[in-house]
């Protein structure tokens, strides 16, 4: 069974923008980048993928169930997101972020058990973050925010993990931190990722599979080798650039023209 | 708040009674020993009456007869501290009706008499409340005696303003920026007796706000003021064409309190006013 | 972990709140004050000022995190408004029964949170900004209402200006019965949503990722949270900034986490009412302040610091 199933979605948003009949089957444990100019349609792909807007013809399934069909606990216990809505004004504490991955887990009354609290430490763990666990979110640096919100998608044991442009407003050093701790997630604990991105080199170079949007069709889905070629990201972007294989690991990497 | 003193004129003056129901407190024939006025217009009848030995607690802003500055202070009738009321052990509490006031049915709770006097409008409820106040404390005879002479001396008023060579038409201004007196008001009714005529008394209402350029419209003879001065009417855009202010026959300094508290002293502004509407008109 | 440390502040506060209203007993302007004095008077008025300041904390910080704004007051979205309006009407039919006010100002504000949900309600879905925008309207509409209103009755307007004046002289036991069972119900709801409230904080895309029915719980927390100001402003009239500043001081204290923050706001209002009403009735005594003017007065100054703050972040 594919994580997520996308047949035939179309969606049209009042201000004219649409997908046009979208397929896409997302096979578990995948590691996808969704790329495309602006206004393709890739965070427009990841919001129906996630539930947030609904299809308007068509249908998307997560691991075998449509994705209205869920409510939202049932769905934030299978899919976490990480969307690019971030807000930091309120003062709580890295592991009360972290804690409220445990939210779909916990009934109205329920307390956070001993056993919810070690997902807590274990997540802190994973993403590296202990020594931060008692600071305010607010006076955390953006590198180390992206972690928490990683943190808190990995406390709600999900089996796929959505993000939309993760690496936005980060350092070339932090960019490639996140990716590994995507990639360790993705190959250690089969979580499926899926990711938004801008940057193709990141994405060639983490991503095992690359799906590319253009005004609001699915143009072309694959391996990044076969997606990421000069001549398509020439005539998807409109861009002077070309691109090679790498030296040292096969994946395509991207230069600009002068 | 800074109109303390203009609400202080409001709430006496005759407006619309919110409630008309009298009074249904069984009151002894000896009376009280132990009274609170929460309105100086009702102290001032009280004192009248002649009960002001059993009166122990005033607002602050009863100043009158001069003996009543003397009482114990329970704050001002818009703010009144009930602790300060009920340490004073009352039997009798007299205020004047107010809808909203929390006092009120507070000390009712707590099995305190208090008698509620409307809100007169006329001189026909001025008699009334007077009458009210006088059973409340228990000298009703006083009461009625001193409505009787009221009356006398108003028609007196009556008769002398009748026979007034003309009428002079009167804006009567009882706060800033205009606000005024419609025929519902114990005022109107007042200027009218003293023979001249309330450019406003057309309006049926107590109180009434009016535009400036009305004022101009109506082109008083006379105006009668309890706040604005006299220079203030002539700095006033486009009132110097009004005759009242060409002819400077502006009233500025009649005690306020005697025409608007709306008791017996209404009788002594009545006959000082018409004195001066008499100066005017047989000029 | 940190909770236990928060567990103690709430102890302190609860604690540090019945200390204030057991003092506030013996304070006032008569000394010493006689027993009738005490239990008849100052007791009700104690209580309704935990009550009252209680219920406007609290539905503070809900506000404040439902609209993840920490500067929302909970007269945000016109409920006062609306209550003077229902008094006002009250006054223009000339329905003179006491109680009769108490009806219409909790009617009318019950009924403009319905109306604010109407106008906000766009495809099914209330987002936080037209929530705002329809507050800000609805008060505006009542406020128009009400000044109309001043500007045409003279006398019959104090009888709306010192009912909404704030202030504890409440003496009847039924009217503050049924307030405070209003606010206790609503409290208790709120309380209970608290971890979506959390989530709230977090922008509502994130609130639903994280399992949040955002629309239904958006919807019971303002209603709660509206009810508990409603039902504060018909018995005590308008108290000011008990409903911005405290919960805002709370979560300096004892942090964000609303399961927490909620219980620490009710307390931290509580306190904070009842020895600024022990403050107004003794101040000026034989004068009393109304207390709503007292909180402002207190409030004004420190949200002109808050807002300062806030501008400072943002240049950053």
Not at chain 3, 19 to 27: E, N, R
Not at chain 3, 79 to 92: E, K, P
Request: charged share 20%; hydrophobic share 50%; with cysteine.
């Amino acid at each position: 069974m594919p994580a997520v199933l996308v047949e035939q979605v179309s969606f049209r948003y009042s201000s004219g923008f649409a997908l046009h009949s979208i397929d896409l089957e997302i096979p578990q444990q995948a590691f996808l980048a969704l790329i495309g100019p602006n206004g393709s349609g890739k965070t427009t792909l990841l919001r129906l993928m996630s539930g947030l807007l609904r299809p308007e013809s068509g249908n998307i399934r997560l691991n075998g169930k449509v994705v209205s069909d869920f409510e939202p606990r049932e769905l934030a216990r299978q899919m976490a997101v990480i969307s690019s809505e971030q807000f930091f004004e309120f003062p709580f504490s890295v592991a009360q972020i972290v804690a409220m991955g445990r939210f779909p887990h916990l009934g109205r009354f329920g307390k956070m058990s001993a056993q919810d609290w070690q997902i807590v430490e274990e997540a802190l763990r994973m993403t590296q973050i202990q020594d931060l666990s008692k600071r305010p979110i607010s006076e955390l640096s953006s590198g180390e925010r992206q972690r928490v919100l990683i943190a808190r998608a990995i406390a709600q044991k999900p089996s796929i993990l959505m993000l939309d442009e993760p690496n936005a407003h980060l350092d070339i050093g932090h960019e490639i931190e996140i990716f590994r701790l995507l990639q360790f997630l993705n190959q250690q604990h089969a979580i499926t990722v899926v990711v938004v991105l801008h940057n193709l080199a990141a994405a060639a170079a983490f991503c095992k599979s690359v799906a590319l949007l253009y005004q609001g069709r699915l143009l072309k889905y694959g391996k990044p080798e076969q997606v990421i070629t000069t001549e398509i990201i020439r005539g998807a972007y409109g861009a002077d650039v070309s691109v090679h294989p790498s030296p040292t690991g096969g994946f395509p990497q991207i230069s600009y023209d002068r | 708040m800074k109109k303390l003193r203009a609400a202080f004129a409001i709430l006496l003056l005759s407006a619309l009674a919110i409630l008309r129901v009298a009074p249904t407190n069984i009151v002894s024939e000896h009376g009280h020993s132990r009274i609170v006025s929460l309105a100086p217009n009702l102290t001032e009848i009280a004192f009248e009456l002649g009960a002001g030995k059993q009166i122990v607690g005033v607002t602050t802003y009863c100043t009158y007869p001069p003996e009543a500055q003397k009482k114990e202070k329970i704050g001002d009738f818009i703010n009144p501290n009930i602790e300060k009321i009920v340490a004073l052990n009352p039997d009798l509490v007299v205020a004047e009706r107010w809808t909203s006031s929390k006092i009120v049915p507070h000390l009712r709770g707590m099995g305190i008499n208090v008698v509620e006097t409307l809100s007169p409008k006329s001189l026909a409820e001025i008699y009334q409340v007077i009458r009210e106040v006088g059973t409340a404390v228990g000298r009703a005879d006083r009461a009625e005696a001193l409505v009787r002479k009221m009356q006398e001396r108003v028609r007196a008023i009556a008769d002398r303003g009748k026979r007034f060579p003309r009428h002079p038409t009167v804006y009567v201004e009882i706060d800033l920026p205009s606000w005024t007196v419609g025929r519902a008001s114990f005022i109107s009714e007042a200027v009218s007796l003293c023979g001249a005529r309330n450019i406003f008394d057309d309006v049926e209402r107590p109180a009434l706000q009016v535009s400036r350029e009305t004022v101009i419209e109506r082109d008083p003879e006379i105006i009668i003021s309890f706040d604005a001065s006299v220079s203030e009417f002539h700095k006033r855009g486009g009132w110097e064409q009004i005759r009242a202010v060409r002819n400077e026959k502006i009233i500025a300094d009649l005690d306020r309190n005697l025409l608007s508290h709306g008791n017996h002293r209404l009788v002594d502004g009545m006959e000082k006013l018409q004195a001066r509407l008499e100066a005017i008109v047989t000029k | 972990m940190s909770t236990s440390l928060r567990r103690y502040s709430l102890l302190w506060l609860g604690l540090l709140t019945l200390a204030s209203a057991a003092v506030a007993l013996f304070v006032g302007p008569v000394r010493p004050a006689t027993s009738t004095i005490i239990w008849e008077i100052r007791l009700p008025r104690v209580l309704l000022g935990v009550l009252v300041g209680s219920g406007l904390a609290g539905a503070g910080a809900v506000f404040q995190g439902a609209l993840r704004n920490p500067l929302a007051d909970p007269f945000i979205l016109g409920t006062s408004s609306a209550a003077a309006t229902g008094v006002m009407i009250a006054g223009l039919l000339t329905i003179s029964h006491y109680s009769a006010l108490y009806f219409m100002s909790l009617g009318f504000a019950l009924l403009s949170i319905a109306v604010v949900y109407r106008i906000a309600r766009i495809d099914g879905k209330t987002p936080i900004q037209t929530i705002v925008l329809a507050g800000v309207i609805v008060s505006l509409f009542f406020n128009a209402a009400v000044y109309l209103f001043f500007s045409i009755f003279y006398r019959e307007s104090f009888t709306v200006l010192f009912y909404l004046l704030g202030t504890l002289t409440e003496g009847n036991r039924t009217l503050i019965a049924i307030s405070g069972s209003i606010i206790c119900a609503c409290f208790g709801i709120c309380w209970s949503f608290s971890r979506e409230l959390d989530a709230l904080t977090q922008g509502e895309e994130t609130a639903f990722h994280l399992g949040i029915g955002v629309e239904t719980v958006k919807k019971i927390l303002f209603v709660a949270a509206s009810a508990m100001v409603a039902a504060a402003v018909s018995v005590a009239g308008m108290i000011g900034f008990i409903g911005l500043i405290v919960p805002h001081m709370m979560r300096m204290i004892v942090g964000a986490d609303h399961r927490v923050l909620i219980p620490a706001s009710a307390f931290g209002g509580a306190l904070f009412l009842v020895l600024a009403d022990a403050l107004a009735r003794t101040i000026a005594a034989p004068l009393e302040i109304p207390v709503g003017a007292l909180t402002a007065l207190i409030g004004s100054p420190y949200f002109v610091y808050l807002l300062r703050r806030t501008q400072k972040i943002g240049e950053f």
